[in-house]
């Protein structure tokens, strides 16, 4: 009998995130692979399925998180080459910064093995709910931090601009679990080259559990060197200038509206006496 592989999002504020979908996936499983924030959310799973195997014993602080998430990997699919009806289950949504579902699937189909992905609630979503951002309305950009800080990416200041991971700020070991000020400072010093010092920051925790408080610690961008980071502790920069009308663009598009208008109302008349 083939085996299978869902990979599910619990959401990120225990038991209030979850999707019937996923829910459903994980009470039917044979095994539930885990990947949980904490150990409340890990026994809230145990209550679901009776056999769920946490993941965050292959971590390891100074152990290359490449080599952490392959050993994952073929933990997830070895059971599933078993002919087992697998369920990996990740908090927040499984497909953001959760690169171990990704590979378990693109792996799992080069073995011809069933494997999907069900969404849920990502630390993404909540922020902008907890925060009040429309993305709409200026526009985010979102980046890892250290690859933010690693490779030159574009910045507008007109939109807001959100670092994820920012506690790692700098690491090219994969090994960390977080980084020091000196690190810090380059992250900094590079964001002071587009914001002015003094500018307001956020520091960004969603809730855990449904008791928690969200964190939103407003700072000056140069206090972050100094700032307590989390591992899940988002930066949001928000914009320190106004849109700028793009006239070029304007003047095309007021060109085509008029031309439009033309041929809709159709050619003027002009009255002979």
Same mark, same amino acid.
């Given at each position: 009998?083939?085996?299978? /592989?869902?990979?599910?999002?619990?959401?990120? @504020?225990?038991?209030?995130?979850?999707?019937?979908?996923?829910?459903?996936?994980?009470?039917?499983?044979?095994?539930?692979?885990?990947?949980? %924030?904490?150990?409340? %959310?890990?026994?809230?799973? =145990?209550?679901?399925?009776?056999?769920?195997?946490?993941?965050?014993?292959?971590?390891?602080?100074?152990?290359?998180?490449?080599?952490?998430?392959? =050993?994952?990997?073929?933990?997830? $699919?070895?059971?599933?080459?078993?002919?087992?009806?697998?369920?990996? +289950?990740?908090?927040?949504?499984?497909?953001?910064? +959760?690169?171990?579902?990704?590979?378990?699937?693109?792996? %799992?189909?080069?073995?011809?093995?069933?494997?999907?992905?069900?969404?849920?609630?990502? +630390?993404?979503?909540? /922020?902008?709910?907890?925060?009040?951002?429309?993305?709409?309305?200026?526009?985010?950009?979102?980046? =890892? @931090?250290?690859?933010?800080?690693?490779?030159?990416?574009?910045?507008?200041?007109?939109?807001?601009?959100?670092?994820?991971?920012?506690?790692?700020?700098?690491?090219?070991? $994969?090994?960390?679990?977080?980084?020091?000020?000196?690190?810090?400072?380059?992250?900094?010093? $590079?964001?002071?080259?587009?914001?002015?010092?003094?500018?307001?920051?956020?520091?960004?925790?969603?809730?855990?559990?449904?008791?928690? %408080?969200?964190?939103?610690?407003?700072?000056?961008?140069?206090?972050?060197?100094?700032?307590?980071?989390?591992?899940?502790? @988002?930066?949001?920069?928000?914009?320190?200038?106004?849109?700028?009308?793009?006239?070029?663009?304007?003047?095309?598009?007021?060109?085509?509206?008029?031309?439009?208008?033309?041929?809709?109302?159709?050619?003027?008349l002009t009255l002979v006496l």
């Amino acid at each position: 009998m083939s085996g299978s /592989l869902v990979c599910v999002g619990t959401g990120m @504020t225990l038991g209030a995130h979850i999707s019937p979908i996923a829910r459903s996936h994980i009470e039917q499983a044979d095994i539930v692979f885990s990947l949980m %924030a904490n150990g409340f %959310a890990q026994k809230w799973l =145990e209550e679901i399925n009776t056999d769920v195997r946490c993941l965050q014993r292959f971590y390891q602080e100074g152990k290359n998180r490449n080599i952490t998430y392959n =050993e994952m990997v073929e933990a997830i $699919l070895s059971q599933v080459r078993d002919g087992k009806k697998v369920v990996a +289950a990740f908090y927040g949504h499984p497909g953001v910064f +959760a690169c171990v579902s990704h590979r378990a699937i693109k792996k %799992a189909k080069l073995e011809e093995l069933p494997a999907t992905m069900e969404p849920g609630i990502s +630390a993404e979503d909540c /922020l902008y709910a907890d925060l009040a951002i429309d993305p709409g309305k200026t526009g985010c950009i979102h980046y =890892e @931090t250290s690859q933010f800080m690693f490779y030159k990416r574009n910045i507008d200041t007109a939109a807001h601009l959100i670092l994820w991971q920012v506690a790692l700020a700098g690491d090219k070991s $994969l090994g960390k679990f977080s980084t020091g000020k000196a690190y810090r400072q380059v992250l900094v010093d $590079l964001l002071l080259e587009h914001y002015p010092a003094d500018h307001q920051v956020i520091l960004y925790q969603a809730k855990g559990i449904a008791i928690d %408080a969200m964190r939103e610690d407003k700072i000056s961008l140069t206090d972050l060197v100094d700032a307590e980071l989390f591992m899940h502790t @988002t930066l949001v920069i928000p914009p320190c200038r106004k849109m700028q009308p793009n006239e070029a663009i304007l003047a095309k598009l007021a060109a085509i509206d008029k031309k439009e208008d033309r041929i809709k109302n159709g050619p003027e008349l002009t009255l002979v006496l």
